[in-house]
């Protein structure tokens, strides 16, 4: 994989640098506001040795999901001035991704200054199953530069026009994150020292069951929150009531409990949970047995006991990969799992690597001190596909 340092001179070169700067919002009467700046603050160190060399650097990043074309409440336009406050130096910002206001912008650069299209996906073409629609938007993309640098590491698992087709279409390099990420999930699967605790959670659960199979043959244990518990709980008979549930999942989760037993690598489950009637901070909440969740209710937490009962399960680990909060942490009453989980990581003198946007927002969130773990990744999905042992088209394409 060429690296920034093979690109050679690039005074005076627009050079387009895929990043992710998809960051969590909140949105209330004032307006959008950034609620974690985590992964525009990773994406500083590329874009600014691209600027110290002299490139006009074009950044680019999706924001959010935004359905049919343009839609402000998914603009870039916060994330760019976020971007200049950060730099300390201007940064434009383009009010389309590759119209007339994209080139202007990219014409108007000059040596060493930087400027930001507007979301990749208000053009259907960005994330097209369409070889031929994709293709054609990734001309217009590659159009509006000299050279191509992959480091938005948290879409590298994306077939995505930005990620997979531009840099077919330009000279190409990866940027210094997508490097270190990558060099923390070799570490996780080259040998890892011994134990070696995954911890799973969030809300993505079809997304991420699919790496259970994987980490299966890797870890040497796997505790399962957030989300994920009820399909679990499900599976084994019990009621979940109104929980996140993945109905359809119900026979793999079975067939990853036989796996488990079968190689002596313990799926260990919440013991307890925490339920209220409604996802709400004020909702009536109690703390249940697991299995004994009132038809009536949803679990938002593992409860206390099980936060526990996982700070135990990860005292003495050698590695440890996190991906994805033990409950809504967003919300004070069901922030708890998250915190004992986070604290009792962060304080093990191990490996240590936190992975997937919510649950770095979490830690920061928490007030956590981020040094405290080995890695925080920017990166959920990619990481777990990664772990998965699938090959992910944005890597295969900055090898080309
Ligand atoms: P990550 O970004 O770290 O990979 P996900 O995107 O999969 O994690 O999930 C994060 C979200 O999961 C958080 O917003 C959190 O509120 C939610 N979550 C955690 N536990 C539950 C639960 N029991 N029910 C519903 N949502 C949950
Ligand atoms: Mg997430």
């Known amino acids: 994989m060429r690296t920034l340092a093979d690109l050679g001179d690039l005074r005076g070169r627009r050079v387009l640098v895929r990043c992710d700067l998809n960051v969590p919002l909140t949105r209330d009467g004032s307006g959008t506001r950034i609620a974690d700046d985590g992964r525009i603050r990773a994406s500083l160190p590329t874009i ?49 991704v590759v119209g007339d206001s994209a080139t202007r912008m990219v014409a108007g650069l000059g040596d060493g200054e930087v400027g930001v299209l507007e979301n990749l996906r208000f053009e259907p073409g960005e994330t097209s199953k369409d070889d031929g629609v ?10 509006l530069a000299e ?9 590298v698992h994306r077939r995505h026009a930005s990620v997979y087709d ?23 699967t080259e040998d890892p020292v011994r134990p070696y605790v995954v911890v799973l959670g969030g809300s993505k659960v079809s997304d991420k069951l699919g790496v259970i199979a994987s980490l299966l043959g890797q870890a040497d244990r796997i505790l399962v929150g957030g989300g994920m518990v009820f399909t679990f709980l499900a599976a084994t008979g019990h009621e979940v009531g109104s929980s996140l549930l993945e109905a359809d999942q119900l026979d793999t989760v079975r067939g990853y409990l036989a796996q488990a037993e079968q190689r002596g690598v ?24 697991a299995d004994a969740i009132p038809a009536d209710r949803m679990g938002l937490d593992i409860g206390p006991a099980s936060a526990r009962l996982f700070a135990e399960q990860l005292a003495g680990a050698g590695t440890v990969f996190w991906n994805g909060p033990m409950g809504v942490f967003e919300l004070a009453p069901y922030a708890e799992g998250t915190r004992t989980v986070a604290e009792a990581i962060a304080g093990l003198d191990a490996y240590t690597v936190v992975g997937g946007g919510d649950s770095a927002a979490a830690v920061r969130a928490l007030g956590i001190d981020e040094r405290r773990y080995s890695h925080v990744s920017t990166g959920g999905g990619a990481s777990l596909e990664y772990l998965e042992g699938r090959s992910l088209p944005g890597l295969v394409a900055l090898e080309g």
């Open 48 to 96: 600014t040795v691209l600027l110290e060399r002299g490139a006009r650097v074009v950044v680019c990043s999706h924001l959010g999901r935004p359905k049919d074309g343009p839609d402000p409440r998914y603009s870039l336009a916060v994330v760019a001035e976020r971007l200049g406050e950060l730099l300390g130096r201007p940064v434009a910002m383009a009010l389309d």
């Open 166 to 188: 531009v840099p077919a279409r330009l000279p190409h390099a990866a940027g210094g994150l997508v490097l270190a990420e990558l060099a923390v999930l070799r570490r996780l």
């Open 147 to 155: 050279v191509y640098v992959g480091d938005g590491f948290g879409a």
């Open 266 to 289: 313990p799926i260990v489950l919440p013991v307890d949970v925490v339920v209220a009637t409604a996802m709400s901070a004020d909702a009536e909440h109690a703390v249940v047995p």
């Open 134 to 143: 994709r293709g054609a938007f990734a001309d217009r993309l590659a159009g």
